[in-house]
């Protein structure tokens, strides 16, 4: 059963779904640019049987606040916010591209509070060719002027986001999406020699692993998160 959720923290409204026991261990998944918590549902159910699962609608996105100010450090410190709102101390943390950074910078600011860490086909912290997204029509999902923000990010990414991923203490897990992503898998497997307790999984789905192999997915962070499970 899924349980829907907002909490205004720090002046921010954030919305979350919960599945899994009330005294499971706390996972906490982070969505990709533009997506929301509901683009975990393909594996959540199966996740649920061992944690308690949090997944969020980041900033800008999904039924969240969109106030207008935007960036992965911020919806860092929104995520951090809100384990201390929830008395979450400890957690397992998911995170799918953008979010996955959004978990990386939070992991090496914070590395005590983070337990595992799985990073699914993240883009690495090193500058890349900028482009011009283009706006889709309609009515959207999220704001706009957040993915204007974070693609600038992302395209140029502070020094400081590299030297900082050897400060994570968490083991790590990186999914690779293969060579049908958009991520440049070689630089993912520079993230993964940065990172000192990393190692790389690739399940070649493309960027959208769990929505495509959601069991091969599954399968993977179960054998990372719970080896001991039968």
């Known amino acids: 059963m899924t349980e829907e959720h907002v909490r205004t923290i720090d002046g921010v409204r954030l919305a979350y ?33 061992r944690w308690r699962v949090y997944a969020l609608d980041l900033r800008g996105h999904g039924r969240s606040d969109r106030p207008g100010t935007y960036s992965l450090e911020l919806m860092r410190d929104d995520v951090l916010a809100f384990m201390n709102e929830l008395g979450l101390d400890r957690v397992d943390m998911i995170g799918h591209s953008m979010g996955g950074v959004v978990a990386y910078l939070l992991a090496q600011d914070h590395p005590h509070r983070i337990h595992r860490l799985v990073l699914e086909d993240v883009p690495p912290p090193r500058p890349r060719t900028p482009s011009v997204p283009t706006r889709p029509e309609g009515e959207l999902g999220f704001d706009w002027e957040m993915v204007l923000a974070v693609r600038r990010q992302i395209d140029a990414p502070p020094p400081a986001w590299w030297d900082g991923l050897g400060r994570i203490t968490a083991g790590t897990l990186v999914i690779a999406g293969g060579p049908d992503s958009h991520v440049p898998q070689d630089g993912l497997a520079d993230l993964v020699r940065r990172i000192p307790a990393a ?26 998160l719970a080896p001991t499970d039968g």
């Open 199 to 224: 190692r790389l999984v690739t399940i070649p789905a493309g960027h959208l692993v769990h929505a495509t192999e959601p069991d091969a997915f599954t399968d993977t962070v179960l054998a990372f």
């Open 17 to 49: 779904r919960v599945r899994g026991a009330a005294d499971a261990p706390p996972l906490v998944l982070l969505h990709a640019l533009g997506e929301s918590a509901a683009d975990w549902d393909p594996v959540a159910v199966t996740l649920a049987r």
